[in-house]
């Protein structure tokens, strides 16, 4: 991240993470380089290692990019709602939306924490537990309500949220389907198989 706190570091490092996102995804993190990354955003190396300490840090910190979006449009929010089935259709249309319509290599990038290194991985998968739990605890409150099918709560929710990560694979706003649209269909295709009676969107 930028090393002061000025609007224009803010957004100058965003576009540095959002575009080097892109040319990881389309060349691949091991075939990528920083002199990639600043031919692309027309400066200098050395004026990118201004924003990123290495090709590391910079996947370091695309990761906590995509996952403070997580946090901040569907984890903090979702967190306010009482109602658990409620809670979930909110996390799952939200959250399905991030994939669908946000910027689709951030999301996809997450499969390169190989690259990492131990600290960084921690922190990911620190980052990425917590969301985990939230979803699954939602979950096992709908379980004690009797609203849920009988069904394995962790297999579940591995299974909701790889459902919703692979919209960023396959899902391009240029088709025929918006974003709401594919968003609201994964929505009842999963509420439907977790919940006995789910209300209608």
């Not at 575009?19 to 380089?33: H, L, N, R, V």
């Not at 290692?49 to 590391?56: P, S």
């Not at 706003?173 to 999963?190: F, I, Q, Y």
């Amino acid at each position: 991240m930028a090393r002061n706190g000025t609007q224009k570091s803010i957004d100058r490092a965003q576009e540095i993470h959002l575009t080097a996102a892109q040319i990881f995804f389309t060349k691949g993190y091991a075939s990528t380089s920083l002199n990639d990354v600043a031919n692309a955003l027309a400066i200098t190396k050395a004026g990118l290692y201004y924003y990123v300490e290495g090709k590391q840090d910079l996947l370091f910190q695309i990761m906590n990019l995509g996952l403070d979006s997580v946090k901040n449009e569907v984890l903090l929010p979702a967190q306010e709602i009482t109602d658990a089935e409620a809670r979930l259709k909110f996390t799952i249309l939200n959250h399905a939306r991030l994939a669908a319509g946000g910027n689709h290599a951030v999301v996809i990038l997450s499969d390169e924490i190989s690259a990492l290194n131990f600290k960084q991985r921690e922190k990911i998968l620190q980052r990425r537990r917590i969301y985990f739990e939230f979803v699954r605890d939602t979950l096992v409150e709908l379980e004690k309500q009797g609203k849920l099918h009988e069904i394995d709560i962790t297999a579940a929710t591995f299974t909701l949220l790889g459902m919703i990560l692979w919209l960023a694979r396959w899902f391009h706003s240029s088709g025929k389907l918006s974003v709401e649209k594919v968003c609201e269909d994964v929505c009842r295709m999963a509420l439907r198989g977790l919940l006995r009676e789910p209300q209608k969107i």
